[in-house]
C-alpha cells in the first residue's frame, strides 16, 4: 500500500504559478507510475499528466506547454509545476501512483485544493 500525500496548493492569480508536490512512503517508489489528476466541482475526475518509472510524461491537451511533471526518486517525490494559470484549472488536485503490472492508478492522495482567480 502506498501513502500519498499532496501539499503546495493555494489560491493564485490567472497567470500566476504553483508548484504541487506528492511524496510517496511505504513503496519501492521508483517502480511506480505517477499521475496528477484533477476534480473540478460537477465534473468528472480528470488525467492531468502522467509520469512513467521511466521519465515518461504525458499530458492532457488543456495543459500542454503550461504544467511539468517531474519526479525525484530519491525524495520519493512527485511534482506539478503549474505555470500560466487560468480560472479553468480550478480544481482539487490528486495524486495517484499505479504500482507495476497494474492497469490503474489505484493508489491515492487526499487532495489538494487549487484556486485560480480571474
Known amino acids: 500500500q502506498v501513502r500519498l500525500v499532496e501539499s503546495g496548493g493555494g489560491l493564485v492569480q490567472a497567470g500566476g504559478s504553483l508548484r504541487l508536490s506528492c511524496s510517496a512512503s511505504?513503496?519501492?517508489?521508483?517502480?511506480?507510475?505517477m499521475a496528477w489528476y484533477r476534480q473540478a466541482p460537477g465534473r468528472l475526475r480528470e488525467l492531468v499528466a502522467s509520469?512513467?518509472?521511466?521519465?515518461?510524461?504525458n499530458y492532457v491537451d488543456a495543459v500542454k506547454g503550461r504544467f511539468t511533471i517531474s519526479r525525484d526518486n530519491a525524495k520519493a517525490t512527485v511534482y506539478l509545476q503549474m505555470n500560466s494559470l487560468k480560472p479553468e484549472d480550478t480544481a482539487v488536485y490528486y495524486c495517484?501512483?499505479?504500482?507495476?503490472?497494474?492497469?490503474?492508478?489505484?493508489?491515492w492522495g487526499q487532495g489538494t485544493q487549487v484556486t485560480v482567480s480571474a
Open positions: 509520469i512513467t518509472s521511466g521519465g515518461s510524461t
Open positions: 495517484a501512483a499505479r504500482r507495476p503490472g497494474s492497469l490503474n492508478f489505484d493508489n
Open positions: 511505504g513503496t519501492f517508489f521508483s517502480a511506480n507510475a
